[in-house]
């Protein structure tokens, strides 16, 4: 099972910004793509960003534009770097790890509330 563990949450008004990051404890080789989530009571988990091991990254919809997701290979640890942040962006924030052999998982979550 992997081990993440995600940080940087914390509370900021809207308009501000906040950066999040998730150190996994899979080698380089094995990851298949790292991602972060989001959930907020009583909601479901969405897909927030996600970025392969080739670069590749994907955005939801609503985060377009704000959120950039990035690594650090040789820390092997990936960040998301949110700006703009709105009210509806509260929620908290899981990193997820996926391998290609093995089981990846998931973080612990880290709150993100923004107040207006």
């Known amino acids: 099972q992997a081990q993440v563990v995600e940080s940087g949450g914390g509370l900021v008004q809207a308009g501000g910004s906040l950066r999040l990051s998730c150190a996994a404890s899979?080698?380089?080789?094995?990851?298949?793509?790292m991602a972060w989530y989001r959930q907020a009571p009583g909601k479901q988990r969405d897909l927030v960003a996600s970025i392969a091991s080739s670069g590749f990254t994907t955005y939801g919809d609503s985060v377009k534009g704000r959120f950039t997701i990035s690594r650090d290979n040789a820390k092997n640890t990936v960040y998301l770097q949110m700006n703009s942040l709105k009210p509806e962006d509260t929620a908290v924030y899981f990193c997820k790890v996926d391998v290609w052999i093995g089981q990846g998982g998931w973080g612990q979550g880290t709150q993100v509330t923004v107040s207006s």
């Open positions: 899979e080698t380089r080789s094995i990851i298949k793509a």
